[in-house]
């Protein structure tokens, strides 16, 4: 027949745990009040496997962090776009005695103050945090 117009039409199936942000992938991460407080160095899946991440002390629920190339390489181009991980913080539902009794404590150290303006408060917070559980700097 005579030539004409050929229409291809492309669907990106979704995946398990990544979202798709044009060429940045989102990862929405859960972690316990502790790491995000203390900080913690964990793992996080990318496309190429694993890569390590650097959770500072203080993290907030809903906080982000960018892995730089490890997202979608561009349409025709080379560079590749970036991981977002978004920090999840999970409060327990069930503690044992123990948990308990250091949850209190914290509470009890932390009546009355405004841990969010503050930096030396913030400090300070933490370290009883780090008492608490039985962590030193």
Known sequence: GPPGD???SVRVKDHDIFTRDNDDLLYEMTMNVAQAALGA???????QGESPLEIPPGTQSGQTFRLKGKGIVQVGGSRRGDQVV???VETP?????????????????????????DKDQDKRWLGK?????????
């Open 6 to 8: 050929l229409y291809v």
């Open 41 to 47: 160095t964990v793992t996080v899946p990318v496309l």
């Open 86 to 88: 978004k920090i999840s």
């Open 93 to 117: 539902r069930k503690l044992n005695e123990e948990q308990k009794v250091l949850f209190e404590a914290i509470g009890k150290s932390l009546a009355g103050h405004n841990t969010g303006t």
């Open 129 to 137: 945090i780090k008492d608490a559980f039985g962590q030193e700097d």
